[in-house]
């Protein structure tokens, strides 16, 4: 026992003078500080962010120019018209602008009803919006155009995009005109609809009776057809430009904007062969409209007498109005126009 003791006692005493001793060698003062290093090498610079409004300042800038057009555009007949509410399956192809965009894409003539419908606005003509860069003034369609009422293909460059609206409706039952056949309407607002122009500039669509048929130059030397005539340098906000009207008044009486036609007109006696030209369309309306009117298949607020007639007659009807709704006087097509109406008149009056 006491020797046990004695080993622990002694053990105990050696860790205290070890204790002791660790406690005696303490630190010295510090060092003075060492030289500082080199520099290290500097990192390179990040990328700048693009400016997000970098592209849509080029269209949303101070220059005025969309301002004037989207005045223009606003006081045209597109904007003012009032019948994009035609939002059926029928009609909300041409006559409102989702379904406009839709049926460029898929072809098809008829569609489903649109829900807030639009008229022709910018964004049915340019593709606003689509990469947020100029690009987008590119307009939606510039592929030929198959008219609808015969299959033809038409191609009138950057009025490609017109011409898919401004065309006939196929009419039920069509008239053919070497079939000697009777044929039966069975509706009073049967014909080729409001809008033919872009089948009439290209001198197609009519009941075609009899032979003879030419085009007017108009038809084949003016470039992108419509947009020359139609979008030529605006009269404020009356014709041209956006507004794409073709007349303004002026002291009172309408006048032709000619600002299209002077790149080939002399402007002195334009105005003239104007007034010569539409009389003698006018003429021959009048003419065709009271044969069809004695032989009771036109009433007198020009629409046809639902019933059996003969193919001739419905043919007469169908062309009085085509040239009645094309409203250009003869100036789209005057060999065309003149020669349905003649043609229709000699069919009738044998
Ligand atoms: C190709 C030219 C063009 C470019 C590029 C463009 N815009 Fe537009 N923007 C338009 C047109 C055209 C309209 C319709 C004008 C109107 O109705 O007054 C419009 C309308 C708008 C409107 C009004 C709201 C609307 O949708 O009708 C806003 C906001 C707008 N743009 C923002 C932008 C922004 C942001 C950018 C860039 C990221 C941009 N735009 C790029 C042409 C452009
Ligand atoms: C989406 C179909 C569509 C397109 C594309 C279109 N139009 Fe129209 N246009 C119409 C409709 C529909 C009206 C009649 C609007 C109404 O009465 O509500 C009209 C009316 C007009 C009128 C006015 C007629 C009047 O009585 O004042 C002119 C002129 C015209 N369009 C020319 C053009 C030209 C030129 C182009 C091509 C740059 C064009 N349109 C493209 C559907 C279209
Ligand atoms: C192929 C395209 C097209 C289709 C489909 C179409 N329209 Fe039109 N419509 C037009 C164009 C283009 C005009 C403008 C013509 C003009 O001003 O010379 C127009 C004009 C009109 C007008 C105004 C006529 C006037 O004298 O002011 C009415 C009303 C109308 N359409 C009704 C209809 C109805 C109803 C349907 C459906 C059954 C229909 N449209 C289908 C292209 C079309
Ligand atoms: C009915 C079709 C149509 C509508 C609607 C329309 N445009 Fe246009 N726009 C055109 C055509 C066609 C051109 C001429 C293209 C060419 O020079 O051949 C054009 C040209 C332009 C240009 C010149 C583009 C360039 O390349 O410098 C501007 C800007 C423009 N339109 C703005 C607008 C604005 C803004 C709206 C709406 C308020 C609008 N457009 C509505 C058909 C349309
Ligand atoms: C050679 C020039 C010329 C071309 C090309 C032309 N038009 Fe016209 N357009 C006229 C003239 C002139 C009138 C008759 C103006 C008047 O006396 O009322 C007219 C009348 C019209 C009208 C009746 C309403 C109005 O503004 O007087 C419409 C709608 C129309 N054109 C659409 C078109 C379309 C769509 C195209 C292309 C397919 C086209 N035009 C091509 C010169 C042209
Ligand atoms: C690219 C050239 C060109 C442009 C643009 C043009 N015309 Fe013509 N026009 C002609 C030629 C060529 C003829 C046939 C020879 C003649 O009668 O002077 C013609 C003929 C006519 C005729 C007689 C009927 C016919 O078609 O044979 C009228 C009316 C007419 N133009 C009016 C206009 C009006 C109005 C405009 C502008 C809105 C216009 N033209 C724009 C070249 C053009």
Redesign the pocket.
């Known amino acids: 026992m006491k020797k046990v003791n004695l080993i622990y006692l002694l053990s105990a005493v050696l860790f205290g003078v070890m204790l002791i001793m660790a406690s005696c060698t303490k630190e010295g003062p510090a060092g003075a500080n060492g030289a500082n290093g080199v520099d290290g090498q500097d990192g390179e610079d990040g990328i700048d962010g693009q400016d997000g409004t970098a592209t849509c300042v080029q269209c949303h800038d101070n220059s005025q120019v969309m301002f004037a057009k989207v005045m223009q555009w606003e006081s045209?007949?597109?904007a003012t018209?009032?019948?994009?509410e035609r939002n059926g399956e029928a009609c909300a192809p041409?006559?409102t602008?989702q379904e406009?965009l839709e049926r460029i894409v898929t072809g098809s003539q008829t569609s489903s009803v649109i829900n807030n419908p639009n008229?022709?606005n910018c964004y049915?003509?340019h593709n606003i919006h689509d990469s947020y860069t100029p690009e987008d003034w590119s307009l939606t369609t510039t592929a030929p155009v198959t008219i609808w009422i015969n299959g033809v293909s038409t191609d009138q460059g950057n009025?490609n995009?017109?011409v898919?609206?401004?065309q006939s409706l196929v009419p039920d039952p069509i008239p053919v005109p070497d079939s000697k056949e009777d044929i039966t309407i069975g509706s009073p607002y049967w014909g080729p609809h409001h809008?033919p122009q872009g089948a009439v500039m290209a001198g197609t669509g009519g009941y075609e009776v009899g032979g003879g048929y030419t085009n007017s130059m108009h038809s084949s030397i003016v470039e992108n057809t419509?947009?020359t005539c139609?979008?030529a340098t605006a009269y404020g906000i009356q014709a041209g430009g956006h507004n794409?009207?073709?007349t303004y008044a002026y002291h009172g009486h309408d006048v032709v904007n000619s600002a299209g036609c002077v790149e080939c007109h002399d402007p002195e006696g334009l105005e003239t062969k104007i007034e010569e030209t539409k009389d003698e369309i006018d003429g021959l309306l009048g003419d065709l409209r009271s044969i069809l009117l004695t032989q009771g298949v036109l009433d007198s607020s020009d629409h046809v007498i639902p019933g059996t007639m003969a193919m001739d007659q419905a043919g007469g009807v169908f062309n009085y109005l085509y040239v009645l709704e094309d409203r250009s006087g003869g100036a789209h097509n005057f060999n065309y126009t003149k020669k349905l109406m003649e043609n229709s008149i000699a069919s009738l009056s044998d």
Do not use: D, K, Q
């Open positions: 045209s007949t597109h018209g009032g019948n994009f041409c006559h602008s406009f008229p022709p049915t003509c009025a995009v017109c898919e609206c401004h809008g419509c947009i139609h979008l794409m009207g073709m």
